[in-house]
């Protein structure tokens, strides 16, 4: 949700312009502050933010990106293991040409990915396939030890569309090792009959396996130990479920949880809702802002935030006044600016109310009412540990 001023928009930001009475609400009856998810130096990613919303510190708990999807498909890494993102993409005269091979089918990629399986049984990879592009590949430290495997430099494909590939191949010690798990993929699926179907039909084939995004098993101490509650999380994102996963969150399926627009919201709000009478935090994600603003779109960010408001927050809001013993937190994992179409780091706002919250001069939920605070939490971790652990003692001024 949280953005930079938008020209279009007199200098104001999408969330001062969108309709947004529930989450103004929220700010008017507690405080709206300053948070900062993304440490400096860390790349400003959903990973890296929702740690610190979930109330961990990235730099202690952070392996990469490939673990915590591993862990939302219920891998569990051994000690000498190392999960990979692998990308079935299109290559093509020297050139990345689709970083999701053409949005392949879940069922044509599992075919490949089998074939992958059998054809390189001798090599200490095995690949488990998951939904359409998105596939890992999970290597055991042998010859290439697990400190290499962790740190080998890899390139995100979707960052180097329509660039030459070559000089983004795996560096590193391990990089020997990877580049012949993508060069022997071409082999394998080079003929393959769901290549053969594809290009008949005039789709690109998938002529790689890319790996990327790797990392060993993340160190989570489980969020009941952390904090003394137990918890659950609803969202449409492997990666957000996967933090859950190592949390020891309860992990809520809600069909119909898209990612984008038209989600499941009355559903995601009613299992949300649902798990609080078996424990004490439910966290609702919800990616459609930032989706809208990866494609630049100003009307469907605005659209994004209203409906987050009215569809997620509002009834939210309603059942926490109906308990009476309730807080609702309001917080991005980060800025998705429309200016540049992707993530940046800095400060974002949030608003919080609730049982012993002391109300500040906010009247509504925007970057700029949160400056205005002059309330900031440099390292964002800290905040939720900070919102659980004064309900618990239940203290009242948390933030004097
Ligand atoms: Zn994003």
């Known amino acids: 949700m949280a953005d930079f001023p938008v020209a279009e928009l007199d200098g104001r930001t999408p969330l001062e312009v969108a309709n947004t009475p529930a989450m103004d609400e929220v700010a008017a009856l507690g405080i709206c502050a300053l948070f900062n998810?993304?440490?400096?130096?860390?790349?400003?990613?959903?990973?890296?933010?929702?740690?610190?919303?979930?109330?961990?510190?990235?730099?202690?708990?952070?392996?990469?990106?490939?673990?915590?999807?591993?862990?939302?498909?219920?891998?569990?890494?051994?000690?000498?293991?190392?999960?990979?993102?692998?990308?079935?993409?299109?290559?093509?005269?020297?050139?990345?040409?689709?970083?999701?091979?053409?949005?392949?089918?879940?069922?044509?990629?599992?075919?490949l990915i089998h074939a992958l399986n059998e054809a390189l049984a001798e090599l200490p990879i095995r690949f488990s396939p998951g939904v359409s592009y998105r596939h890992l590949g999970i290597i055991t430290a042998g010859q290439v030890s697990v400190d290499d495997l962790a740190s080998v430099f890899c390139t995100p494909p979707h960052n180097i569309t329509d660039q030459k590939y070559e000089p983004h191949l795996p560096e590193g010690p391990a990089g020997k090792l990877l580049c012949a798990v993508i060069e022997r993929s071409a082999d394998v699926f080079r003929g393959h009959p769901v290549n053969q179907a594809r290009e008949a039909s005039g789709k690109p084939p998938a002529t790689h396996a890319w790996l990327w995004g790797q990392g060993r098993s993340p160190i989570m101490e489980p969020f009941h130990e952390r904090f003394g509650i137990r918890g659950a999380v609803v969202s449409a994102v492997d990666l957000v479920n996967g933090i859950g996963v190592c949390a020891g969150l309860e992990v809520l399926e809600v069909p119909g949880a898209t990612g984008y627009l038209d989600t499941n919201y009355a559903g995601k709000v009613a299992a949300a809702l649902d798990a609080l009478d078996r424990v004490d935090f439910a966290y609702v994600h919800v990616e459609a802002p930032d989706e809208t603003a990866h494609e630049g779109r100003l009307d469907l960010k605005l659209q994004a935030i209203e409906d987050f408001d009215a569809k997620i927050v509002a009834p939210c809001l309603e059942y926490a006044k109906e308990r009476g013993d309730v807080r609702i937190l309001v917080a991005p994992d980060h800025v998705t600016a429309l200016s540049t179409k992707t993530h940046a780091g800095g400060a974002v706002p949030f608003a919080l109310c609730g049982p012993g919250i002391v109300p500040d001069a906010a009247v509504s939920y925007s970057e700029r009412a949160a400056q205005d605070s002059g309330l900031l939490f440099p390292d964002g971790h800290e905040m939720l540990p900070c919102v659980i652990q004064s309900a618990r003692i239940g203290a009242g001024a948390i933030l004097t």
């Open 37 to 111: 998810p993304i440490p400096e130096g860390l790349p400003p990613g959903s990973d890296i933010g929702n740690l610190s919303v979930f109330g961990y510190n990235p730099r202690a708990t952070y392996t990469g990106r490939a673990p915590l999807e591993a862990a939302r498909r219920g891998i569990l890494l051994a000690e000498n293991e190392v999960a990979f993102r692998c990308n079935l993409v299109t290559l093509a005269d020297g050139l990345m040409q689709s970083f999701t091979a053409g949005h392949i089918t879940t069922e044509e990629a599992t075919q």
